[in-house]
Nanobody, 115 residues
Framework: QVQLVESGGGLVQAGGSLRLSCAASGSLFNFNAMAWYRQGPGKQRELVAAIISGGSTNYADSAKGRFTISRVNAGNTVYLQMNSLKPEDTAVYYC?????????WGQGTQVTVSS
């Protein structure tokens, strides 16, 4: 069983920065990919950024140039550095890990950006 635990969320003013962390524990193995998603109030969950085992990254257009995803600890910890935050970035941010045959989700961490 794999558990994903996110941390680093909070309240920040527009233009500020936060770094989210997601640590995997339990039955660890190499994930094919890890990613950050978010779900804003009244919105569907959307992909923010992803990183695959080879190190390639993919970003939502809204995140390009402001957010950076990185992966360490044999690939079982993933970070999301968020700079130049905007009120529209307010959401619950979820970590996701993709294995060969299934995926796991964290419980989410709230990010609130005030104007």
């Amino acid at each position: 069983q794999v558990q994903l635990v996110e941390s680093g969320g909070g309240l920040v003013q527009a233009g500020g920065s936060l770094r989210l962390s997601c640590a995997a524990s339990g039955s660890l193995f190499n994930f094919n990919a890890m990613a950050w998603y978010r779900q804003g109030p009244g919105k569907q969950r959307e992909l923010v950024a992803a990183i695959i085992s080879g190190g390639s990254t993919n970003y939502a257009d809204s995140a390009k140039g402001r957010f950076t995803i990185s992966r360490v600890n044999a690939g079982n910890t993933v970070y999301l550095q968020m700079n130049s935050l905007k009120p529209e970035d307010t959401a619950v941010y979820y970590c996701k890990a993709d294995g060969i045959s299934r995926s796991w989700w964290g419980q989410g961490t709230q990010v609130t950006v005030s104007s």
